[in-house]
């Protein structure tokens, strides 16, 4: 009779028979000894994703509170310099910039320059961001006749601006500039328009801005100076630009204007 082993070997026929041998037997399939383990998750594998996620979250509220800034162009106030659809780097480290939540601001490398594009916190809504060009400093007496710009009396070239026939115009919001006539103005008599006013003198720590679209934009001629603190930075380059205002579908992809990327401001 034959026997098997243990662990599946074929063994010899033993005894003594008719001189024939019976057949081997079948091996048996060897069991596994080890079972399925259950997939466990590595605890330093999730903290080591989440510290490399809060890293990229400070650097990003770092970069974005302190260093550089992303504005959206969507009104034409600034046209031609700026087209409705440009999306601008703003350099904020410029200018300085406010910690949030509180009162402290940290001082800028750079001074504010006339001419400059900027982008600020305007007086008269408070949630609103604007970017207009640096046009007065603190000292300096502007006035505008009959559409041309006067800086300490001197007439201005400005190849940058952008003018139209539109007939000019009162507003009650230009009553502001009778606090800053010059010397010599009659403060009763005087009735600003949007094309001829002053001459005003910009007192210390004020700025006068001025939309490059000068019979359509709302600038500094109605709502005021600005205080140095309003100033978040400096419009530095175009990233991106389309066509907002095309009716075509997905303008964002088929309405680029690919001249105007990497455009740098002035």
Do not use: C
Not at 210 to 217: C, F
């Amino acid at each position: 009779m034959a026997r098997q082993g243990s662990e599946g070997k074929d063994s010899p026929i033993s005894g003594k028979g008719r001189g024939s041998a019976s057949l081997p037997a079948a091996p048996r399939k060897r069991a596994s000894s080890s079972k399925a383990k259950p997939s466990r998750r590595d605890p330093d594998g999730a903290a080591e994703w989440i510290k490399s996620l809060a890293i990229a979250a400070v650097l990003f509220v770092i970069l974005r509170t302190f260093l550089l800034q992303t504005f959206v162009i969507t009104s034409g106030s600034m046209e031609d310099t700026l087209l409705v659809g440009d999306f601008l780097v703003v350099n904020r480290a410029a200018m300085g910039s406010r910690i949030p939540l509180t009162g402290i601001r940290i001082p800028g490398y750079a001074t504010p320059r006339r001419l400059d594009v900027i982008v600020f916190d305007p007086p008269h809504e408070k949630d609103l961001k604007l970017v207009k060009r640096l046009i007065g400093l603190p000292g300096d007496t502007l006035q505008m006749r009959h559409q041309v710009l006067y800086i300490n009396g001197r007439a201005q070239d400005e190849p940058y601006v952008k003018h139209s026939d539109e007939a000019d115009v009162t507003d009650p919001w230009m009553e502001w500039q009778r606090d800053y006539l010059a010397p010599g103005v009659d403060r009763a008599s005087y009735a600003p328009t949007r094309d001829n006013w002053g001459p005003l003198v910009i007192p210390p720590g004020r700025y006068f801005m001025l939309g490059d679209n000068r019979e359509t934009s709302l600038d500094s001629r109605y709502w005021g100076l600005l205080e140095r603190w309003r100033l978040e930075g400096r419009a530095v380059v175009i990233y991106f630009s389309y066509n907002k205002e095309s009716y075509r579908p997905f303008p964002w992809i088929r309405e680029i204007r690919w001249s105007r990327i990497g455009d740098v401001i002035h």
